[in-house]
């Protein structure tokens, strides 16, 4: 029997993503598609790629609206998605696009979302340790934020092998869609095209808690994060630089080890050849991630690069990664490694 998902942010970007890559998946029948300003509104109109669902029309994003479904993915913006997730009941699976229940720590979230903090639900980046057994049989999944994706498969083998010192350094990269489809003056293609910017600069993006959270987690210790974020020209993608000081001892040759046992048997991590670096043109679309590690021998420091599409293993393919491990499901079901180049 088909698994009846409803998706409420079917305007947005994340909710577009979704609903491309749930249309591509064999056991989901898509129900109840939601908006906000767009509600009563076509999805051809808004998303003219799903030619698919082109004549369904939007619904308000109310409980009655999402009822009745085995899943409802929530792509709203951060803090809207609590009062929605705690009317839809125990038995549904609500898959969370947004930051609500990612952090644990209360006062990390009141820091850097300015509200009261709604709770922490099994998180969805299952190639952390411990990742998968939370999410099987999950009724309630967290999703990550893009970037925290991006950096913590970038350093978490560094972490979990214990050759680097807890403290990162992190700039990353990320095209336009990461800022969602909602117009912002910084977002015009005039400011953007042509252009590379950083935004967030010292320690100001609510993504930082989150990266600390899962590499402290991996480490066993509170990983010390610097990350700086970047705008860059181009829709899609991020392309994350790590690096952190390697532990004495360390190798090229024992970095290299610990990424290839780390990644041995990840169906979306690819850990390149040797030489081989990561590109988001390689990843647009799919939801593979794209991982090399060097060791700088000359400082002394691990550098680990990463490439994901943002809004496909940033967002929604991990969303139904997560979701396919939490209903039984084989884990890449509808999900795919192919990217699109050129
Ligand atoms: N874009 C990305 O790369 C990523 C996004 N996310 C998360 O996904 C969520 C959605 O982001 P994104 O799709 O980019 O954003 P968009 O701005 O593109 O879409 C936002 C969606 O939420 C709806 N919406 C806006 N305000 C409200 C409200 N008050 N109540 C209910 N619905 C509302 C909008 O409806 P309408 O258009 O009809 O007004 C639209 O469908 C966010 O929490 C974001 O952090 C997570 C990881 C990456
Ligand atoms: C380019 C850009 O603006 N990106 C967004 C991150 C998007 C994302 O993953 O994050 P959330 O789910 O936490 O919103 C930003 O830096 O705010």
């Avoid at 749930?22 to 998303?47: C, D, K, M, Y």
Wanted: hydrophobic share 45%; with cysteine.
């Amino acid at each position: 029997m088909a698994v009846r998902a409803a998706v409420a942010g079917a305007s947005g970007y994340a909710g577009g993503e979704v609903l491309r890559l749930l249309l591509a998946h064999p056991e989901v029948e898509i129900g109840t598609l939601t908006g906000n300003s767009n509600a009563g509104q076509r999805l051809g109109a808004l998303q003219p790629h799903l030619f698919p669902l082109a004549d369904r029309v939007l619904a308000e994003t109310t409980p009655e609206a999402l009822a009745g479904h085995d899943v409802v993915f929530l792509a709203l913006p951060h803090g809207q998605s609590a009062a929605v997730a705690e009317q839809l009941g125990p038995d549904v699976l609500v898959v969370d696009m947004g930051a609500d229940f990612r952090l644990n720590d209360p006062a990390d979230w009141e820091r850097f979302y300015g509200s009261p903090h709604a709770g922490t639900w099994p998180y969805g980046l299952p190639e952390l340790p411990g990742a998968r057994a939370a999410l099987e049989g999950s009724k309630r999944i967290a999703v990550p934020g893009c970037y925290p994706t991006a950096v913590s498969l970038a350093l978490y083998p560094a972490y979990a092998a214990q050759i680097a010192e807890p403290e990162a350094v992190i700039v990353a990269a990320s095209g336009t869609s990461g800022a969602g489809k909602a117009p912002k003056p910084h977002l015009l293609g005039s400011e953007v095209m042509g252009s590379m910017s950083p935004y967030g600069v010292g320690g100001g993006h609510r993504h930082t808690p989150e990266m600390i959270q899962n590499l402290s987690a991996v480490a066993g210790e509170r990983v010390a994060v610097s990350f700086t974020p970047t705008l860059a020209p181009m829709p899609r993608g991020i392309l994350a630089t790590c690096s952190a000081k390697a532990v004495a001892g360390v190798t090229a040759e024992s970095v290299r080890a610990a990424y290839e046992k780390a990644y041995a048997d990840e169906p979306f991590v690819h850990l390149l050849p040797e030489g081989q670096w990561p590109a988001t043109a390689s990843v647009h679309g799919s939801n593979a991630v794209q991982v090399q590690v060097a060791y700088d021998e000359a400082v002394g420091r691990i550098i680990a690069i990463s490439a994901i599409d943002n809004l496909t293993k940033g967002t929604a393919g991990g969303a139904l990664q997560s979701m396919n491990i939490a209903l039984g499901l084989d884990e890449s079901t509808g999900l795919t490694t192919i990217g699109v180049a050129p």
